[in-house]
Protein backbone atom coordinates (compact mmCIF):
# COMPACT_ATOMS: atom_id res chain seq x y z
CA UNK A 1 0.00 0.00 0.00
CA UNK A 2 1.08 3.40 -1.07
CA UNK A 3 -0.05 6.63 -0.64
CA UNK A 4 -0.10 9.55 -3.34
CA UNK A 5 2.04 11.83 -0.78
CA UNK A 6 4.62 8.80 -0.79
CA UNK A 7 5.03 9.35 -4.59
CA UNK A 8 4.84 12.57 -4.47
CA UNK A 9 8.05 12.17 -2.17
CA UNK A 10 9.42 9.99 -4.29
CA UNK A 11 8.80 12.46 -7.62
CA UNK A 12 10.61 15.47 -5.86
CA UNK A 13 13.60 12.90 -4.87
CA UNK A 14 14.23 11.60 -8.37
CA UNK A 15 13.75 8.44 -7.01
CA UNK A 16 10.34 7.28 -8.77
CA UNK A 17 9.53 4.44 -10.89
CA UNK A 18 7.11 5.13 -13.79
CA UNK A 19 6.50 2.95 -16.82
CA UNK A 20 4.35 3.34 -19.52
CA UNK A 21 0.82 1.32 -19.90
CA UNK A 22 2.47 -0.25 -23.10
CA UNK A 23 5.21 -1.73 -20.50
CA UNK A 24 3.07 -2.21 -17.35
CA UNK A 25 1.08 -5.59 -19.14
CA UNK A 26 4.99 -7.10 -19.69
CA UNK A 27 5.65 -6.48 -15.83
CA UNK A 28 2.42 -7.01 -14.45
CA UNK A 29 2.31 -10.68 -16.34
CA UNK A 30 6.15 -11.08 -15.17
CA UNK A 31 6.13 -10.34 -11.83
CA UNK A 32 1.98 -10.81 -10.63
CA UNK A 33 -0.06 -7.84 -9.34
CA UNK A 34 1.51 -7.40 -6.08
CA UNK A 35 5.31 -7.72 -6.71
CA UNK A 36 4.61 -4.82 -9.91
CA UNK A 37 2.65 -2.69 -7.35
CA UNK A 38 5.72 -3.14 -5.23
CA UNK A 39 7.72 -2.22 -8.03
CA UNK A 40 6.29 0.54 -10.26
CA UNK A 41 4.90 4.08 -8.79
CA UNK A 42 2.87 5.31 -11.89
CA UNK A 43 1.73 4.23 -15.02
CA UNK A 44 1.21 6.60 -17.31
CA UNK A 45 -1.91 6.01 -20.21
CA UNK A 46 -2.45 8.05 -23.11
CA UNK A 47 -4.74 8.58 -26.25
CA UNK A 48 -4.41 10.68 -29.32
CA UNK A 49 -7.57 10.93 -31.03
CA UNK A 50 -10.01 13.46 -32.70
CA UNK A 51 -12.41 14.94 -30.08
CA UNK A 52 -15.23 16.84 -31.29
CA UNK A 53 -16.10 18.25 -28.33
CA UNK A 54 -13.80 19.98 -27.71
CA UNK A 55 -13.27 24.31 -27.06
CA UNK A 56 -11.85 27.31 -25.62
CA UNK A 57 -13.13 29.98 -23.51
CA UNK A 58 -11.22 33.46 -24.10
CA UNK A 59 -11.67 36.61 -22.46
CA UNK A 60 -10.58 39.60 -25.10
CA UNK A 61 -9.75 42.12 -22.49
CA UNK A 62 -11.50 45.59 -23.03
CA UNK A 63 -11.66 47.63 -26.48
CA UNK A 64 -11.91 51.78 -25.99
CA UNK A 65 -14.96 52.40 -25.90
CA UNK A 66 -15.90 49.35 -24.65
CA UNK A 67 -18.04 46.58 -26.53
CA UNK A 68 -19.96 43.72 -25.11
CA UNK A 69 -20.07 41.22 -28.07
CA UNK A 70 -23.58 40.66 -29.87
CA UNK A 71 -21.81 38.49 -32.22
CA UNK A 72 -17.93 37.66 -32.45
CA UNK A 73 -15.80 35.90 -35.47
CA UNK A 74 -12.14 34.49 -35.17
CA UNK A 75 -11.12 34.29 -38.48
CA UNK A 76 -14.34 33.66 -39.51
CA UNK A 77 -15.60 31.46 -37.62
CA UNK A 78 -18.09 31.85 -35.20
CA UNK A 79 -17.83 31.90 -31.49
CA UNK A 80 -20.52 31.78 -28.69
CA UNK A 81 -20.86 35.41 -26.80
CA UNK A 82 -23.39 34.62 -24.44
CA UNK A 83 -21.69 35.18 -21.92
CA UNK A 84 -19.90 38.65 -20.38
CA UNK A 85 -18.84 40.87 -22.11
CA UNK A 86 -15.84 39.70 -24.08
CA UNK A 87 -15.82 36.38 -22.95
CA UNK A 88 -16.57 33.57 -25.80
CA UNK A 89 -16.79 30.25 -26.55
CA UNK A 90 -14.57 28.62 -29.40
CA UNK A 91 -16.03 25.71 -30.38
CA UNK A 92 -13.66 23.21 -32.15
CA UNK A 93 -16.26 22.03 -35.08
CA UNK A 94 -17.93 25.24 -36.08
CA UNK A 95 -17.13 25.78 -39.48
CA UNK A 96 -16.00 28.94 -40.74
CA UNK A 97 -18.11 30.76 -42.76
CA UNK A 98 -16.24 31.68 -45.60
CA UNK A 99 -13.31 29.34 -45.74
CA UNK A 100 -13.75 25.26 -46.84
CA UNK A 101 -11.95 22.62 -44.69
CA UNK A 102 -11.48 25.35 -41.64
CA UNK A 103 -13.33 25.48 -38.60
CA UNK A 104 -12.70 26.67 -35.12
CA UNK A 105 -10.56 23.46 -34.53
CA UNK A 106 -8.09 25.47 -36.92
CA UNK A 107 -8.37 28.89 -35.22
CA UNK A 108 -6.92 26.59 -31.79
CA UNK A 109 -4.56 25.38 -34.19
CA UNK A 110 -3.55 28.95 -35.11
CA UNK A 111 -3.17 30.08 -31.55
CA UNK A 112 -1.30 27.57 -30.58
CA UNK A 113 1.14 28.14 -32.90
CA UNK A 114 1.35 31.90 -32.13
CA UNK A 115 -0.22 32.79 -35.08
CA UNK A 116 -2.31 36.14 -34.56
CA UNK A 117 -6.08 35.22 -35.59
CA UNK A 118 -8.39 38.03 -36.72
CA UNK A 119 -11.53 38.88 -34.14
CA UNK A 120 -14.58 40.72 -35.61
CA UNK A 121 -17.17 41.68 -33.60
CA UNK A 122 -20.53 43.68 -33.39
CA UNK A 123 -22.12 45.08 -30.13
CA UNK A 124 -25.68 45.79 -28.13
CA UNK A 125 -24.38 49.59 -28.01
CA UNK A 126 -25.68 49.84 -24.13
CA UNK A 127 -25.09 52.61 -22.16
CA UNK A 128 -22.15 50.98 -20.37
CA UNK A 129 -20.91 49.22 -23.18
CA UNK A 130 -21.19 51.81 -26.43
CA UNK A 131 -19.26 50.61 -28.76
CA UNK A 132 -21.06 48.71 -31.75
CA UNK A 133 -18.32 46.99 -33.98
CA UNK A 134 -15.03 46.08 -33.30
CA UNK A 135 -12.06 44.62 -35.31
CA UNK A 136 -8.80 43.55 -34.67
CA UNK A 137 -6.21 40.55 -34.69
CA UNK A 138 -5.41 38.94 -31.16
CA UNK A 139 -2.41 36.07 -30.67
CA UNK A 140 -2.83 33.89 -27.47
CA UNK A 141 -0.21 36.37 -25.70
CA UNK A 142 -2.68 39.54 -26.35
CA UNK A 143 -5.70 37.95 -24.45
CA UNK A 144 -6.31 37.58 -20.70
CA UNK A 145 -7.42 34.08 -20.57
CA UNK A 146 -7.58 30.91 -23.00
CA UNK A 147 -8.89 28.01 -21.11
CA UNK A 148 -9.54 24.93 -23.42
CA UNK A 149 -12.51 23.09 -21.36
CA UNK A 150 -13.37 20.19 -23.16
CA UNK A 151 -17.11 18.87 -22.46
CA UNK A 152 -16.11 15.51 -23.14
CA UNK A 153 -12.86 13.66 -24.23
CA UNK A 154 -10.73 10.52 -24.06
CA UNK A 155 -13.73 8.21 -24.74
CA UNK A 156 -12.95 4.83 -22.61
CA UNK A 157 -13.70 2.67 -25.82
CA UNK A 158 -16.16 3.22 -28.61
CA UNK A 159 -18.24 1.42 -31.07
CA UNK A 160 -16.60 0.85 -34.52
CA UNK A 161 -18.02 1.62 -37.75
CA UNK A 162 -18.58 -0.35 -40.87
CA UNK A 163 -21.41 0.84 -44.40
CA UNK A 164 -23.64 -2.36 -45.56
CA UNK A 165 -25.46 0.39 -47.74
CA UNK A 166 -24.33 0.56 -51.64
CA UNK A 167 -22.98 4.20 -51.01
CA UNK A 168 -20.18 6.02 -49.95
CA UNK A 169 -20.66 7.44 -46.78
CA UNK A 170 -18.94 9.98 -45.35
CA UNK A 171 -18.50 10.38 -41.61
CA UNK A 172 -17.37 11.40 -38.04
CA UNK A 173 -15.79 7.73 -38.43
CA UNK A 174 -13.97 8.76 -41.52
CA UNK A 175 -14.88 7.43 -45.09
CA UNK A 176 -17.06 4.16 -44.91
CA UNK A 177 -16.46 2.07 -48.03
CA UNK A 178 -19.90 0.41 -49.62
CA UNK A 179 -20.94 -3.25 -48.93
CA UNK A 180 -19.12 -3.44 -45.69
CA UNK A 181 -16.17 -1.98 -47.48
CA UNK A 182 -13.64 -1.35 -44.63
CA UNK A 183 -14.14 -0.27 -40.71
CA UNK A 184 -12.75 2.23 -38.80
CA UNK A 185 -12.87 2.48 -34.94
CA UNK A 186 -11.00 5.07 -32.32
CA UNK A 187 -10.06 4.72 -29.15
CA UNK A 188 -6.44 3.10 -28.08
CA UNK A 189 -7.43 0.13 -26.27
CA UNK A 190 -5.48 -1.04 -23.68
CA UNK A 191 -3.34 1.97 -23.12
CA UNK A 192 -6.26 4.43 -23.02
CA UNK A 193 -6.83 6.12 -19.86
CA UNK A 194 -10.48 5.01 -18.53
CA UNK A 195 -9.51 1.14 -19.35
CA UNK A 196 -6.74 1.22 -17.01
CA UNK A 197 -8.82 2.45 -14.19
CA UNK A 198 -12.01 1.12 -14.63
CA UNK A 199 -13.59 1.21 -11.14
CA UNK A 200 -12.49 5.14 -10.93
CA UNK A 201 -10.49 4.97 -8.15
CA UNK A 202 -7.74 7.52 -8.92
CA UNK A 203 -9.18 9.05 -11.86
CA UNK A 204 -11.95 11.56 -10.83
CA UNK A 205 -12.61 15.15 -10.31
CA UNK A 206 -9.27 16.78 -9.52
CA UNK A 207 -7.00 14.15 -10.95
CA UNK A 208 -4.11 16.36 -12.61
CA UNK A 209 -3.17 15.15 -16.23
CA UNK A 210 -1.63 15.78 -19.45
CA UNK A 211 -3.50 17.87 -21.85
CA UNK A 212 -2.15 18.47 -25.50
CA UNK A 213 1.57 18.81 -23.51
CA UNK A 214 0.21 21.34 -20.60
CA UNK A 215 -1.20 20.40 -17.20
CA UNK A 216 -4.65 19.87 -17.26
CA UNK A 217 -7.29 18.56 -14.68
CA UNK A 218 -10.39 16.69 -15.07
CA UNK A 219 -13.45 18.46 -13.61
CA UNK A 220 -15.98 15.75 -13.48
CA UNK A 221 -17.55 12.84 -16.05
CA UNK A 222 -17.60 13.74 -19.55
CA UNK A 223 -21.01 14.06 -21.83
CA UNK A 224 -22.22 10.89 -22.49
CA UNK A 225 -20.35 9.16 -19.77
CA UNK A 226 -21.79 5.35 -19.77
CA UNK A 227 -19.18 2.90 -18.53
CA UNK A 228 -17.59 1.14 -19.98
CA UNK A 229 -18.06 3.66 -22.44
CA UNK A 230 -16.19 6.58 -19.96
CA UNK A 231 -15.74 10.02 -20.83
CA UNK A 232 -14.06 12.75 -19.23
CA UNK A 233 -15.22 16.43 -18.87
CA UNK A 234 -11.21 18.35 -18.61
CA UNK A 235 -9.63 21.71 -18.90
CA UNK A 236 -6.19 23.00 -19.67
CA UNK A 237 -4.38 26.57 -20.36
CA UNK A 238 -4.26 26.71 -24.24
CA UNK A 239 -1.01 29.11 -23.66
CA UNK A 240 0.97 26.05 -22.17
CA UNK A 241 0.05 23.24 -25.17
CA UNK A 242 2.20 22.82 -27.24
CA UNK A 243 1.82 22.41 -31.05
CA UNK A 244 3.34 18.60 -31.32
CA UNK A 245 0.37 17.60 -29.18
CA UNK A 246 -2.88 18.73 -31.31
CA UNK A 247 -4.07 19.02 -34.64
CA UNK A 248 -6.63 20.74 -36.38
CA UNK A 249 -8.23 18.49 -39.23
CA UNK A 250 -10.91 18.11 -40.83
CA UNK A 251 -13.66 15.05 -42.18
CA UNK A 252 -14.84 15.51 -45.42
CA UNK A 253 -18.53 15.49 -45.24
CA UNK A 254 -19.26 16.04 -41.59
CA UNK A 255 -17.04 18.71 -40.00
CA UNK A 256 -14.31 20.15 -38.34
CA UNK A 257 -12.65 18.34 -35.73
CA UNK A 258 -9.03 18.14 -33.26
CA UNK A 259 -6.66 15.32 -32.59
CA UNK A 260 -6.17 16.00 -29.37
CA UNK A 261 -3.11 14.50 -26.90
CA UNK A 262 -4.30 13.43 -23.32
CA UNK A 263 -2.25 11.37 -20.97
CA UNK A 264 -3.38 10.44 -17.36
CA UNK A 265 -0.89 9.01 -14.97
CA UNK A 266 -2.05 6.25 -12.52
CA UNK A 267 -0.93 6.01 -9.38
CA UNK A 268 -0.25 2.00 -8.76
CA UNK A 269 -1.41 2.64 -5.09
CA UNK A 270 -2.29 -1.12 -4.31
CA UNK A 271 -2.12 -4.82 -6.42
CA UNK A 272 -5.70 -4.21 -7.35
CA UNK A 273 -4.57 -1.55 -9.40
CA UNK A 274 -1.80 -2.89 -10.63
CA UNK A 275 -3.69 -5.23 -11.51
CA UNK A 276 -6.25 -3.16 -13.31
CA UNK A 277 -3.40 -1.78 -15.43
CA UNK A 278 -2.34 -5.02 -16.91
CA UNK A 279 -5.80 -4.93 -19.16
CA UNK A 280 -5.05 -6.11 -22.57
CA UNK A 281 -6.71 -5.23 -25.96
CA UNK A 282 -8.18 -9.03 -26.19
CA UNK A 283 -10.22 -8.37 -22.99
CA UNK A 284 -11.85 -4.87 -24.41
CA UNK A 285 -14.80 -5.74 -25.69
CA UNK A 286 -17.27 -3.55 -28.41
CA UNK A 287 -19.65 -4.16 -31.49
CA UNK A 288 -18.90 -3.18 -34.83
CA UNK A 289 -21.80 -1.02 -36.00
CA UNK A 290 -23.71 -0.69 -39.37
CA UNK A 291 -23.91 3.15 -40.58
CA UNK A 292 -25.58 2.09 -43.32
CA UNK A 293 -28.60 2.09 -41.70
CA UNK A 294 -29.39 6.04 -40.55
CA UNK A 295 -31.03 5.38 -37.09
CA UNK A 296 -29.56 6.66 -33.94
CA UNK A 297 -29.94 2.90 -33.02
CA UNK A 298 -27.81 1.46 -35.63
CA UNK A 299 -27.60 -2.44 -35.78
CA UNK A 300 -24.85 -4.05 -34.69
CA UNK A 301 -22.92 -6.42 -36.81
CA UNK A 302 -21.16 -8.27 -34.92
CA UNK A 303 -18.75 -7.67 -31.21
CA UNK A 304 -15.28 -7.69 -31.87
CA UNK A 305 -12.01 -6.98 -29.50
CA UNK A 306 -9.48 -4.23 -29.88
CA UNK A 307 -7.10 -6.96 -30.11
CA UNK A 308 -9.36 -7.53 -33.75
CA UNK A 309 -9.20 -3.88 -34.92
CA UNK A 310 -5.45 -3.71 -34.39
CA UNK A 311 -4.93 -6.63 -36.08
CA UNK A 312 -6.22 -4.21 -39.60
CA UNK A 313 -8.24 -7.17 -40.32
CA UNK A 314 -11.58 -8.06 -38.93
CA UNK A 315 -14.33 -11.11 -40.63
CA UNK A 316 -17.87 -9.53 -41.76
CA UNK A 317 -20.28 -12.31 -43.00
CA UNK A 318 -17.08 -14.71 -43.86
CA UNK A 319 -15.23 -12.08 -45.98
CA UNK A 320 -12.19 -10.42 -44.62
CA UNK A 321 -11.97 -6.62 -43.87
CA UNK A 322 -9.64 -4.27 -43.64
CA UNK A 323 -9.47 -1.65 -40.36
CA UNK A 324 -8.47 1.41 -40.22
CA UNK A 325 -7.85 3.22 -36.76
CA UNK A 326 -9.13 6.81 -36.06
CA UNK A 327 -6.55 6.96 -33.20
CA UNK A 328 -2.44 7.47 -33.28
CA UNK A 329 -1.52 4.79 -31.68
CA UNK A 330 2.36 6.77 -31.96
CA UNK A 331 1.19 9.88 -31.02
CA UNK A 332 -0.41 7.83 -27.83
CA UNK A 333 2.86 6.27 -27.20
CA UNK A 334 4.39 9.46 -27.07
CA UNK A 335 2.27 11.30 -25.13
CA UNK A 336 2.69 8.39 -21.99
CA UNK A 337 6.49 8.69 -22.92
CA UNK A 338 6.24 12.23 -22.55
CA UNK A 339 4.24 12.48 -19.35
CA UNK A 340 6.52 9.83 -18.11
CA UNK A 341 9.24 12.02 -18.71
CA UNK A 342 7.58 15.22 -17.05
CA UNK A 343 7.06 12.50 -13.74
CA UNK A 344 10.56 11.79 -13.45
CA UNK A 345 11.91 14.96 -13.80
CA UNK A 346 9.84 16.08 -11.23
CA UNK A 347 7.58 18.37 -13.42
CA UNK A 348 4.21 16.68 -12.76
CA UNK A 349 3.02 15.66 -9.73
CA UNK A 350 -0.09 13.83 -8.57
CA UNK A 351 -3.02 14.81 -7.38
CA UNK A 352 -6.17 12.72 -5.59
CA UNK A 353 -9.46 13.13 -6.75
CA UNK A 354 -11.62 15.03 -4.41
CA UNK A 355 -14.93 13.20 -6.19
CA UNK A 356 -15.02 9.69 -7.57
CA UNK A 357 -16.69 9.84 -11.08
CA UNK A 358 -20.14 7.88 -11.37
CA UNK A 359 -19.39 4.40 -12.07
CA UNK A 360 -22.84 3.35 -13.62
CA UNK A 361 -24.56 6.08 -15.63
CA UNK A 362 -27.52 5.81 -18.40
CA UNK A 363 -26.79 7.41 -21.52
CA UNK A 364 -30.49 8.42 -22.76
CA UNK A 365 -32.11 9.34 -25.95
CA UNK A 366 -33.33 12.57 -26.95
CA UNK A 367 -36.82 13.55 -26.11
CA UNK A 368 -38.57 14.34 -28.98
CA UNK A 369 -41.98 15.45 -30.16
CA UNK A 370 -44.00 12.36 -31.00
CA UNK A 371 -42.27 10.52 -33.71
CA UNK A 372 -44.55 9.57 -36.63
CA UNK A 373 -44.07 6.36 -38.18
CA UNK A 374 -44.67 4.55 -41.39
CA UNK A 375 -47.46 2.08 -39.60
CA UNK A 376 -49.31 5.46 -39.51
CA UNK A 377 -49.07 5.88 -43.58
CA UNK A 378 -49.82 2.07 -44.12
CA UNK A 379 -52.29 1.65 -46.82
CA UNK A 380 -53.44 -1.95 -47.65
CA UNK A 381 -51.08 -3.24 -50.65
CA UNK A 382 -53.27 -4.96 -53.41
CA UNK A 383 -50.74 -7.85 -54.02
CA UNK A 384 -50.21 -10.31 -57.05
CA UNK A 385 -48.34 -13.66 -57.81
CA UNK A 386 -45.83 -13.83 -60.46
CA UNK A 387 -47.18 -16.09 -62.60
CA UNK A 388 -50.49 -13.61 -63.15
CA UNK A 389 -51.50 -12.60 -66.88
CA UNK A 390 -50.23 -8.96 -67.36
CA UNK A 391 -54.06 -8.12 -68.27
CA UNK A 392 -55.20 -9.55 -64.39
CA UNK A 393 -52.21 -7.11 -63.61
CA UNK A 394 -53.85 -4.29 -65.22
CA UNK A 395 -57.28 -4.85 -64.28
CA UNK A 396 -56.54 -4.99 -60.93
CA UNK A 397 -54.75 -1.66 -60.88
CA UNK A 398 -58.44 -0.26 -62.88
CA UNK A 399 -60.48 -1.88 -59.97
CA UNK A 400 -58.65 -1.11 -57.31
CA UNK A 401 -57.23 2.29 -58.10
CA UNK A 402 -53.14 1.12 -57.56
CA UNK A 403 -50.16 1.99 -59.32
CA UNK A 404 -48.17 -0.58 -57.84
CA UNK A 405 -48.98 -3.93 -56.86
CA UNK A 406 -46.07 -6.10 -54.78
CA UNK A 407 -45.10 -9.45 -55.97
CA UNK A 408 -45.77 -12.10 -53.51
CA UNK A 409 -45.56 -15.83 -53.14
CA UNK A 410 -48.15 -18.09 -51.01
CA UNK A 411 -46.93 -17.17 -48.07
CA UNK A 412 -47.03 -13.53 -48.90
CA UNK A 413 -43.32 -13.27 -48.96
CA UNK A 414 -42.73 -9.91 -51.28
CA UNK A 415 -40.69 -11.32 -55.01
CA UNK A 416 -41.15 -7.84 -56.69
CA UNK A 417 -43.14 -5.20 -57.50
CA UNK A 418 -45.13 -4.12 -60.93
CA UNK A 419 -46.12 -0.42 -61.30
CA UNK A 420 -48.44 0.83 -64.27
CA UNK A 421 -45.09 1.44 -66.15
CA UNK A 422 -44.22 -1.70 -66.12
CA UNK A 423 -47.62 -2.31 -67.35
CA UNK A 424 -46.93 0.35 -70.32
CA UNK A 425 -43.98 -1.52 -70.95
CA UNK A 426 -45.83 -5.27 -71.26
CA UNK A 427 -47.80 -4.34 -73.45
CA UNK A 428 -44.78 -2.82 -76.11
CA UNK A 429 -42.61 -6.01 -75.79
CA UNK A 430 -45.36 -8.11 -75.63
CA UNK A 431 -44.49 -9.48 -72.13
CA UNK A 432 -47.53 -12.57 -71.15
CA UNK A 433 -46.35 -12.53 -67.26
CA UNK A 434 -45.93 -10.47 -64.40
CA UNK A 435 -42.87 -12.21 -63.87
CA UNK A 436 -41.22 -10.86 -66.79
CA UNK A 437 -41.66 -7.11 -66.43
CA UNK A 438 -41.61 -7.33 -62.14
CA UNK A 439 -38.65 -5.29 -60.21
CA UNK A 440 -36.89 -7.85 -58.23
CA UNK A 441 -34.56 -5.74 -56.21
CA UNK A 442 -37.32 -3.28 -54.57
CA UNK A 443 -36.85 -0.71 -52.05
CA UNK A 444 -39.06 -1.23 -48.55
CA UNK A 445 -39.65 -0.31 -45.19
CA UNK A 446 -40.47 -1.56 -42.00
CA UNK A 447 -43.68 -0.11 -40.07
CA UNK A 448 -42.10 0.71 -36.86
CA UNK A 449 -39.52 2.88 -39.10
CA UNK A 450 -39.94 7.35 -38.80
CA UNK A 451 -41.84 8.51 -41.72
CA UNK A 452 -39.01 10.66 -42.42
CA UNK A 453 -36.73 7.44 -43.35
CA UNK A 454 -39.55 6.50 -45.45
CA UNK A 455 -39.96 9.82 -47.30
CA UNK A 456 -35.79 10.28 -47.71
CA UNK A 457 -35.58 6.43 -49.62
CA UNK A 458 -38.74 7.98 -51.77
CA UNK A 459 -36.62 11.13 -52.46
CA UNK A 460 -33.63 8.82 -52.97
CA UNK A 461 -34.08 6.30 -55.50
CA UNK A 462 -36.95 8.75 -57.13
CA UNK A 463 -40.05 6.02 -56.70
CA UNK A 464 -43.93 6.53 -55.66
CA UNK A 465 -44.01 3.99 -53.53
CA UNK A 466 -42.88 1.47 -50.62
CA UNK A 467 -43.71 -1.95 -49.54
CA UNK A 468 -43.78 -1.94 -45.56
CA UNK A 469 -42.64 -5.52 -44.87
CA UNK A 470 -41.62 -7.55 -41.53
CA UNK A 471 -38.49 -8.85 -41.00
CA UNK A 472 -39.24 -12.14 -42.80
CA UNK A 473 -40.29 -10.25 -45.54
CA UNK A 474 -43.88 -10.51 -45.74
CA UNK A 475 -45.84 -7.75 -46.86
CA UNK A 476 -47.85 -5.88 -44.46
CA UNK A 477 -48.96 -2.82 -46.90
CA UNK A 478 -47.89 -0.28 -48.94
CA UNK A 479 -46.88 3.29 -48.20
CA UNK A 480 -47.46 5.82 -51.31
CA UNK A 481 -45.92 9.38 -51.73
CA UNK A 482 -49.60 10.34 -52.50
CA UNK A 483 -50.63 8.93 -48.91
CA UNK A 484 -47.60 10.83 -47.16
CA UNK A 485 -48.36 14.40 -48.57
CA UNK A 486 -51.98 14.37 -48.23
CA UNK A 487 -51.30 12.99 -44.61
CA UNK A 488 -48.87 15.74 -43.97
CA UNK A 489 -50.39 18.28 -45.70
CA UNK A 490 -47.73 19.38 -48.26
CA UNK B 1 6.13 -1.97 -63.02
CA UNK B 2 2.70 0.50 -63.74
CA UNK B 3 2.17 1.51 -67.03
CA UNK B 4 -0.63 4.58 -67.82
CA UNK B 5 -2.47 3.83 -71.17
CA UNK B 6 -4.23 6.34 -72.88
CA UNK B 7 -6.42 4.80 -75.58
CA UNK B 8 -8.34 7.35 -78.20
CA UNK B 9 -11.81 7.09 -79.81
CA UNK B 10 -10.64 4.15 -82.06
CA UNK B 11 -8.57 1.73 -79.86
CA UNK B 12 -10.98 2.47 -76.92
CA UNK B 13 -13.01 0.17 -78.70
CA UNK B 14 -10.65 -2.66 -79.17
CA UNK B 15 -9.80 -5.46 -76.69
CA UNK B 16 -6.04 -4.39 -77.14
CA UNK B 17 -4.98 -5.99 -73.65
CA UNK B 18 -6.29 -9.10 -73.81
CA UNK B 19 -4.93 -9.06 -77.20
CA UNK B 20 -1.45 -8.52 -75.68
CA UNK B 21 -1.90 -10.29 -72.63
CA UNK B 22 -2.47 -13.54 -75.20
CA UNK B 23 0.57 -12.40 -77.90
CA UNK B 24 3.27 -12.09 -74.40
CA UNK B 25 1.48 -15.02 -72.66
CA UNK B 26 2.20 -12.10 -69.74
CA UNK B 27 -0.44 -11.34 -66.73
CA UNK B 28 -1.66 -7.68 -67.08
CA UNK B 29 -2.83 -6.65 -64.11
CA UNK B 30 -6.10 -3.78 -64.17
CA UNK B 31 -5.57 -1.26 -61.37
CA UNK B 32 -7.81 1.46 -62.23
CA UNK B 33 -9.35 1.56 -65.78
CA UNK B 34 -12.07 4.69 -66.81
CA UNK B 35 -13.24 3.57 -69.90
CA UNK B 36 -15.41 6.31 -72.03
CA UNK B 37 -17.30 6.28 -75.08
CA UNK B 38 -14.69 8.25 -76.68
CA UNK B 39 -11.51 7.63 -74.90
CA UNK B 40 -9.98 5.79 -71.65
CA UNK B 41 -7.69 5.74 -69.65
CA UNK B 42 -5.92 2.36 -67.75
CA UNK B 43 -3.59 1.72 -65.09
CA UNK B 44 -2.15 -1.68 -65.29
CA UNK B 45 1.13 -3.22 -63.61
CA UNK B 46 3.32 -5.56 -65.96
CA UNK B 47 6.39 -7.45 -64.36
CA UNK B 48 9.51 -5.38 -64.51
CA UNK B 49 11.06 -7.46 -66.86
CA UNK B 50 8.59 -7.68 -69.92
CA UNK B 51 8.08 -3.43 -69.85
CA UNK B 52 9.56 -3.09 -73.06
CA UNK B 53 8.42 -5.41 -75.17
CA UNK B 54 4.76 -4.69 -73.69
CA UNK B 55 5.56 -0.85 -73.90
CA UNK B 56 6.05 -1.71 -77.60
CA UNK B 57 3.33 -3.81 -78.44
CA UNK B 58 0.65 -0.84 -76.88
CA UNK B 59 2.35 1.87 -79.25
CA UNK B 60 2.08 -0.35 -81.95
CA UNK B 61 -1.07 -0.92 -81.48
CA UNK B 62 -1.80 2.60 -81.13
CA UNK B 63 -2.75 2.97 -77.26
CA UNK B 64 0.04 5.72 -75.52
CA UNK B 65 1.95 4.34 -72.91
CA UNK B 66 3.03 6.32 -69.88
CA UNK B 67 5.08 4.90 -67.22
CA UNK B 68 3.65 5.76 -63.52
CA UNK B 69 6.07 7.83 -61.88
CA UNK B 70 4.49 10.56 -59.74
CA UNK B 71 3.48 8.91 -56.56
CA UNK B 72 1.63 10.23 -53.37
CA UNK B 73 3.71 11.62 -50.74
CA UNK B 74 2.61 13.55 -47.42
CA UNK B 75 3.36 16.19 -45.08
CA UNK B 76 4.28 17.23 -41.61
CA UNK B 77 0.25 17.00 -40.91
CA UNK B 78 0.50 13.52 -40.90
CA UNK B 79 -0.39 12.08 -36.96
CA UNK B 80 -0.47 8.79 -38.53
CA UNK B 81 -4.16 7.88 -37.43
CA UNK B 82 -4.24 5.41 -39.86
CA UNK B 83 -7.73 6.21 -41.91
CA UNK B 84 -5.62 5.82 -45.03
CA UNK B 85 -4.53 2.14 -44.26
CA UNK B 86 -8.59 0.64 -45.21
CA UNK B 87 -9.21 3.01 -48.16
CA UNK B 88 -6.39 2.50 -50.29
CA UNK B 89 -7.20 -0.24 -53.15
CA UNK B 90 -3.78 -1.59 -53.19
CA UNK B 91 -2.87 -1.13 -49.73
CA UNK B 92 -0.51 1.62 -50.16
CA UNK B 93 0.05 2.08 -46.36
CA UNK B 94 0.20 -0.03 -43.68
CA UNK B 95 1.08 0.87 -40.08
CA UNK B 96 4.73 -0.18 -38.99
CA UNK B 97 6.32 -1.63 -36.01
CA UNK B 98 6.07 1.79 -34.16
CA UNK B 99 2.67 2.34 -35.26
CA UNK B 100 3.66 5.09 -37.52
CA UNK B 101 2.07 4.92 -41.53
CA UNK B 102 4.69 3.63 -44.23
CA UNK B 103 4.38 4.49 -47.39
CA UNK B 104 5.23 1.57 -49.93
CA UNK B 105 4.81 4.38 -53.11
CA UNK B 106 5.09 1.51 -55.63
CA UNK B 107 2.39 0.35 -54.83
CA UNK B 108 0.13 3.81 -55.95
CA UNK B 109 -2.35 3.86 -58.76
CA UNK B 110 -3.35 7.44 -58.60
CA UNK B 111 -7.17 6.94 -57.55
CA UNK B 112 -6.76 9.83 -55.31
CA UNK B 113 -8.96 8.03 -52.35
CA UNK B 114 -6.69 8.51 -49.72
CA UNK B 115 -6.28 12.25 -50.53
CA UNK B 116 -10.22 12.90 -50.26
CA UNK B 117 -10.63 10.93 -46.87
CA UNK B 118 -6.93 12.37 -44.85
CA UNK B 119 -8.84 14.47 -42.00
CA UNK B 120 -5.69 16.41 -41.42
CA UNK B 121 -4.69 17.05 -45.57
CA UNK B 122 -1.58 15.18 -45.16
CA UNK B 123 -1.70 13.60 -48.79
CA UNK B 124 -1.09 15.05 -52.17
CA UNK B 125 0.52 14.45 -55.20
CA UNK B 126 3.89 16.87 -56.26
CA UNK B 127 3.70 18.38 -59.02
Same mark, same amino acid.
Given at each position: MKTIEQINEKIREGSVCVVTAKEMKDIVSELGPEKAAKEVDVVTTGTFGAMCSTGVFINFGHSDPPIKFRRAWLNDVEVYTGLAAVDAFLGATKPSETRENYGGAHVIEELVFGREVELRAIGFGTDCYPRKEIETAV????????????? =???????????? !? +?? /???? *??????? &?????? *????????? &?????????????????????????????????? &? @????????????? $??????????????? &? !??????????????????? !?????????????????????? =? @??VREVTYAELKSGKV??? =????????? +? +??? $??? /??????????????????? @??????? /????? @????????????? $????? *?? =???????????? $??????????????????????? +????????TKGAKTVKEVMTREVITVFPEEPIAIAISKLEKYDISALPVIDSKKRVLGIVTSETISKMLGV | MLLQLLFDSKTVREPIISRVAIKTGVPINILRADVGARKGEIIVEIPDEKSKEIERLFNEMGVEVHEVTRTIARNDNCVHCGLCVSICPTEVFRLNEEMKVEIRTEKCIHCSACIKVCPTMALYFPI
Open positions: SLEDVNQAVMVNP =RNAYQRYRAATN !S +SD /KVLR *TYMGTLL &PNYGNV *TFAGTGEIS &PLNNDPEFRTIGVGTRIFLCGAKGYIIGEGTQHS &P @PFGTLMVKGNLKD $MKAEFLKACYFPGYA &P !SIFLGIGIPIPILDAEIAK !STAIRDWEIKTTIIDFGVPRRD =R @PVEIN =REEVRVSPL +S +SFY $MAE /KVMKELKRMIEKGEFLLSL @PVERLKG /KELFK @PMKQKEIRIVREF $MTKAI *TI =REDSRIEDAAML $MINKNVNHLPVVDDEGILKGIVT +SWDIAKAV | -
